[in-house]
């Protein structure tokens, strides 16, 4: 692609003023807001799981960061190809909600990474 | 693959007692140690460099973390296949040496992410 061409597809903060449009560091990822379909936001990138074999990421964690900050934060998994980078809202939109995340979210990250649901 | 079977491919601490084998969280890979081929340790893994469009992790940045911790960090890329995860030493082994950081290592986690050498 054109080196000034903004890249919106898939997760990734497009960086213009950089060589390397194509990839993102996973701690830049990691806790990016992100925010439903309907403009609501959800919570932020809790981590990315990656299959150990391939290096492929199979889903991303997102959590709701719990109420207020005092805990009692859920867990979803969404898929990468989910995420997509909205410059306007600095941040993702997936799609899902905060109706989703409260009903279907895991209460542990660990139940989430799991997908023992 | 068996439940209890430990996984040594690829990165990924084995994890006997859950459910998931195949999958490892950005945040666990981010900050565990790398050892070179000579088994002396090089450093750590700084993050994952993702693509944003197909969630293939590209290569992984290790960095050395520099000089007692006073700065001067160097950086380099290690294929994440290059990576395998080693019980004894908890932590990675990876196709490189200290040497090779010291003469080939960026001096900034942005250059090495870049892939601009």
Do not use: C
Request: negative net charge; glycine residues 16%; charged residues 25%.
């Amino acid at each position: 692609m054109p080196e000034r061409e903004i890249d919106t597809s898939g997760p990734g903060a497009p960086v213009e003023t950089v060589g390397n449009h194509e990839l993102i560091g996973s701690d830049r990822v990691e806790g990016t807001s992100v925010y439903g379909t309907d403009g609501a936001k959800i919570g932020h990138v809790h981590n990315l799981m990656v299959n150990k074999r391939t290096g492929q990421v199979a889903h991303v964690i997102v959590s709701d960061g719990g109420l207020f900050g005092l805990g009692g934060s859920r867990y979803m998994r969404v898929s990468w190809g989910d995420l997509t980078y909205e410059p306007d809202l600095g941040g993702y939109v997936a799609g899902i909600t905060k109706d989703m995340m409260d009903e279907r979210g895991r209460i542990s990250a660990e139940d989430a990474e799991m997908q023992i649901w």
